[in-house]
């Protein structure tokens, strides 16, 4: 979403939705789990010249790995992950095939008891003003970086900066077919 256009674009989000729900074209049988709206923090680069954020969902990772904190001590997402970033981050990323790092906050129409306005329940809330939701955007088999993600973690909860809430890797879509549909549990 284009800095400045969030207004413009809930606006017609809303007016969409409803309109799809209320001419039978929407989904009320599936369960959201959890549907919600970032905004931007921040990303933090292992190299000089990385593939920039903006074209990171583009560029065809292998996998990725989410990262859900909740900053302690009354830090909002954004001093989360400037503490974060000032240490740990750069430790965790050099010398891997871990990219970037990006991280988010969600937006305010979806923090603490979420939306109320959708035709249909859209899930948990994405969480309050010191959630913060990373991206670690990794090139390679994404189950290799499962050691360094839990040292990531485990020096996340020591610090003191934040209490660990989600991390889980996820592999890339192979689009159009039913690639590790098998291995789902």
Not at 19 to 33: A, D, I, K, Q, W
Not at 54 to 72: E, S
Not at 98 to 110: C, L, T
Not at 174 to 184: A, F
């Amino acid at each position: 979403m284009l800095e400045g256009k969030h207004k413009e674009w809930d606006e017609w989000a809303q007016v969409q939705v409803h309109h799809l729900y209320s001419n039978g074209r929407g989904f009320p049988e599936r369960t959201h789990v959890h549907t919600a709206n970032f905004d931007y923090v921040a990303v933090d680069y292992r190299d000089d010249d990385p593939v920039p954020m903006t074209l990171a969902l583009d560029h065809g990772y292998p996998g990725i790995f989410v990262v859900w904190l909740d900053g302690r001590d009354g830090r909002d997402a954004a001093a989360t992950h400037a503490d974060l970033a000032k240490e740990i981050i750069p430790q965790t990323l050099a010398g891997s095939p871990i990219d970037s790092v990006a991280s988010w906050i969600p937006s305010e129409a979806f923090r603490g008891g979420g939306r109320s306005d959708a035709p249909m329940n859209l899930g948990t809330p994405g969480g309050d003003e010191n959630r913060l939701c990373q991206l670690f955007f990794v090139e390679g088999d994404v189950r290799e970086q499962v050691d360094r993600m839990h040292a990531y973690t485990d020096a996340v909860e020591k610090s003191g900066i934040a209490d660990v809430r989600l991390a889980a890797p996820f592999f890339k879509t192979v689009v159009g077919t039913d690639t590790y549909v098998d291995q789902i549990w």
